[in-house]
C-alpha cells in the first residue's frame, strides 16, 4: 500500500486575518484528509504541533515514504498583505515524481478554487520540505491567510480541499478514490493456510500480510470485488470472496 508522511503545518505565530493560526488550520485540513487517505487505501504517518518544520523532516527521512506531504497557507512580503490570492503547489524541480503530484493536486484544487487561474504547479529548492525530503515531495501554500477572501475560504472549504487532494493522490499512486464509510468487522474465510493482503485491488499485485483462516479483520471500504481492510495494524486489499462480515 502506498504510504505518505503527511506534514500539516507547524507555524503557530502565522495567523489568519479572521481568527486562528496557520497551524491550526492546516491540522484541521489534515484531520479532514486523514478519512479520505483511509477510505481509499492509503496510509499515512503524520507529524504533531509539537515538532517543527525540520523535526517533521528528519521524521520522514527515517522511514520509507512514498510521498512527503506539506499542507501550509501562504502570506503575501511586506507592502502587499492582504492584497495577494491564489495557490501555490512546491514541488522539487529534477523530481518527475514530485512535479507529477504536484501537477496533479493543482489541477484537482483548480476545481474547487474561486480563482482557478491563481492555482499553480512551481518548482523550488528554496523550501526546506521541499529540497530536503528523502520521498518526492509536495508542499501547497493553500491560499493567503492574511487575505480575508481566502482565508474565509480556507476555512469554508477544508472537507473539499481534503477530498480534492485525496483524489489527485488516488490518481498519482495508481488506486481508486473512495469516500469514507462505516467500519465493519469481518473474518477470514479460506479453505487453505491464509488470505494475501496486498496494496492494490489486483491479484498480482504485492503481498503485504498473510491473515490465516479465521482471523479478524476491520473492512474499510469496498472497490469492486475488494475490501480495503486492516489486520494487525496493516491496510491493504483483500479479495472479498474470501472475507465473511460479522
Request: no cysteine; charged share 20%; hydrophobic share 35%.
Amino acid at each position: 500500500m502506498p504510504i505518505i508522511y503527511l506534514s500539516p503545518s507547524t507555524q503557530q505565530n502565522n495567523y489568519y486575518v479572521n481568527g486562528g493560526t496557520e497551524e491550526e488550520w492546516m491540522n484541521r485540513l489534515a484531520d479532514a484528509l486523514e478519512p479520505y487517505l483511509t477510505a481509499s487505501g492509503i496510509r499515512y504517518v503524520r507529524n504533531t504541533p509539537e515538532m517543527t518544520a525540520s523535526s517533521s523532516i528528519r521524521a520522514s527521512n527515517q522511514g520509507r515514504y512514498d510521498l512527503h506531504l506539506a499542507l501550509h497557507s501562504n502570506a503575501a512580503p511586506e507592502g502587499l498583505y492582504g492584497q495577494k490570492r491564489g495557490i501555490i503547489v512546491f514541488y522539487y524541480p529534477g523530481s518527475s515524481r514530485g512535479q507529477t503530484a504536484a501537477e496533479l493536486v493543482t489541477d484537482g484544487l483548480k476545481e474547487i478554487y474561486p480563482l482557478p487561474n491563481n492555482v499553480r504547479a512551481e518548482p523550488s529548492t528554496s523550501i526546506g520540505e521541499v529540497r530536503q525530503p528523502k520521498a518526492p515531495s509536495v508542499f501547497i501554500e493553500l491560499g493567503y491567510h492574511d487575505n480575508r477572501d481566502d482565508a474565509v475560504w480556507i476555512k469554508n472549504n477544508l472537507d473539499a480541499a481534503a477530498r480534492s487532494i485525496a483524489l489527485s493522490l488516488t490518481e498519482y499512486f495508481g488506486v481508486p478514490f473512495l469516500t469514507p464509510r462505516a467500519y465493519q468487522n469481518a473474518v477470514v474465510d479460506v479453505n487453505w493456510g491464509s488470505l494475501n493482503i496486498r496494496d492494490k485491488p489486483d491479484p498480482a499485485s504485492y503481498v503485504v500480510a498473510r491473515a490465516p483462516d479465521g482471523a479478524r479483520l476491520t473492512v474499510i471500504n469496498q472497490y469492486k470485488n475488494w475490501y480495503v481492510v486492516r489486520y494487525d495494524g496493516i491496510v491493504g486489499w483483500a479479495n472479498a470472496d474470501f472475507v465473511t462480515l460479522v
